[in-house]
């Protein structure tokens, strides 16, 4: 008999009651360190008190409105982000797949308005992650995600990861946009070299195109930077946003220039949740937190630290692992075993790690996590590489 939760996640045995920090914490009191942060979404760690106040303070006053009428929350969470970023203007959603929804249509409707209607199709690359909606899968194109589900929309053109003369190759007058992650996520870890994505920038200038980031996983400070895309001082005209900017509650964003939404006039495009004022306050307050450059600072020296680690856990498992690899607190193990083999053996050691494609485990902690916090993880993920251990 189906479960009463729709069977589409094979789930691991524990069930967590509460949430502090870097901790999940299971009925019985037992703790795990928690290196996943829901999957790059707890970026502040779990019921941080700026949140929490943001949210339970927002809770007692409005919850939902509409966007028939002018929400405060949504507004100050648009200025900052445009404020702190190449964007012009915002638009909210409830999760990154939804983002992905907008940037497409946003895309192809600024070309239709440009009289350049035949522009329609998106490039995206092999291995990509754009979330489960009709649009997300079909831009990554995975049979893994695509298969039985009938007619895909049309219109994205899948290429091999980081190939330029492919990408020259491939663009024609129907080309509207490139859409790429700067650091593939669900894709193993795997970040496009600063000179392809500066190279990406180059070929859309020289052809008249639009270049849509996701940074749904590796934005929000997971890098070290605000967003991915900084380090290498090229900006998109288009940019997804999710997990890391609601800190855990639902919230997603679409970021762009001026030129890129020209054609989103109103009635175009719209959400009946998308940037309500319970998630856009808790926005802000992750935002508060993030922006600081004073937390960037600290992000990627924690970063240096956790790596310099896992080199030596890789070192010392060579049988178990074969690289560190990724940006900030955005790194992942790429393994010799099953790595949902690691995974298991991590949860034995109560250390959570999240498995990733291409023989990757992925260490996504929140953005908080501490000194003795990583010393502790990798000392347990350690002692999980130990019981994997052939020789
Ligand atoms: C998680 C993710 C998405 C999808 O976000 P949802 O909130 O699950 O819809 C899209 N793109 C990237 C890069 C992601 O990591």
């Known amino acids: 008999m189906i479960s009463s939760v729709l069977p589409t996640y094979s789930r691991a045995p524990?069930?967590?009651?509460?949430?502090?920090?870097?901790?999940?914490?299971?009925?019985?009191?037992?703790?795990?360190?928690?290196?996943?942060?829901?999957?790059?979404?707890?970026?502040?760690?779990?019921?941080?008190?700026?949140?929490?106040?943001a949210l339970t303070t927002q809770a007692g006053q409005l919850w939902h409105t509409s966007n028939l009428y002018q929400i405060p929350q949504q507004q100050a969470l648009a200025d900052r982000l445009v404020e702190n970023s190449f964007a012009d203007t915002v638009f909210f959603t409830n999760s990154g797949t939804e983002a992905c929804e907008l940037a497409v249509k946003m895309a192809r409707k600024h070309f239709y308005d440009k009289e350049q209607p035949e522009r329609v199709e998106i490039i995206t690359f092999d291995g990509a992650f754009h979330g489960r909606s009709a649009a997300g899968i079909a831009a990554a194109g995975s049979e893994k995600m695509t298969k039985g589900f009938g007619p895909l929309?049309?219109?994205?053109?899948?290429?091999?990861?980081?190939?330029?003369d492919a990408l020259t190759a491939a663009i024609t007058d129907k080309t509207c946009a490139i859409?790429?992650?700067?650091?593939?996520?669900?894709?193993?870890?795997?970040?496009?070299?600063?000179?392809?994505?500066?190279?990406?920038r180059d070929l859309c200038d020289t052809h008249g195109l639009l270049l849509i980031l996701d940074e749904v996983q590796c934005g929000v400070g997971r890098t070290g930077k605000l967003f991915a895309h900084e380090w290498t001082g090229i900006t998109p005209d288009i940019m997804m946003v999710a997990?890391?900017?609601?800190?855990?509650?639902?919230?997603?964003?679409?970021?762009?220039t001026e030129n890129a939404a020209s054609g989103m006039t109103a009635g175009t495009h719209g959400s009946t949740y998308g940037g309500n004022p319970l998630?856009?306050?808790?926005?802000?307050?992750?935002?508060d937190v993030v922006t600081d450059p004073a937390f960037l600072t600290e992000v990627t020296r924690?970063?240096?630290?956790?790596?310099?680690?896992?080199?030596?856990?890789?070192?010392?498992?060579?049988?178990?692992?074969?690289?560190?690899?990724?940006s900030g607190l955005m790194l992942g193990l790429k393994c010799k075993v099953a790595p949902g083999d690691v995974v298991n053996a991590g949860y034995a050691?109560?250390?959570i790690t999240v498995p990733a494609a291409d023989q990757v485990v992925r260490?996504?902690?929140?953005?908080?996590?501490?000194?003795?916090?990583?010393a502790e993880a990798v000392k347990r993920l350690d002692a999980a590489a130990a019981t994997l251990s052939t020789s």
Do not use: Y
């Not at 049309?154 to 980081?162: E, W």
């Open 14 to 53: 524990m069930t967590f009651v509460s949430g502090a920090g870097s901790w999940l914490t299971e009925a019985d009191g037992r703790r795990f360190l928690d290196l996943g942060a829901g999957i790059a979404v707890n970026a502040l760690g779990h019921a941080h008190p700026a949140l929490v106040e």
């Open 153 to 164: 929309l049309g219109g994205f053109v899948h290429l091999p990861f980081d190939d330029q």
């Open 179 to 200: 859409m790429v992650e700067p650091i593939q996520g669900e894709g193993g870890i795997r970040p496009l070299p600063d000179a392809s994505l500066r190279g990406l």
């Open 243 to 256: 997990k890391g900017i609601g800190g855990g509650f639902p919230l997603g964003c679409v970021l762009a």
């Open 279 to 287: 998630g856009c306050a808790v926005g802000c307050a992750v935002l």
């Open 302 to 326: 924690k970063a240096g630290l956790l790596r310099q680690k896992l080199e030596g856990l890789v070192a010392g498992h060579p049988d178990v692992f074969e690289e560190v690899r990724g």
């Open 349 to 351: 050691q109560e250390v």
């Open 363 to 374: 260490l996504v902690p929140p953005l908080t996590i501490s000194d003795d916090e990583i």
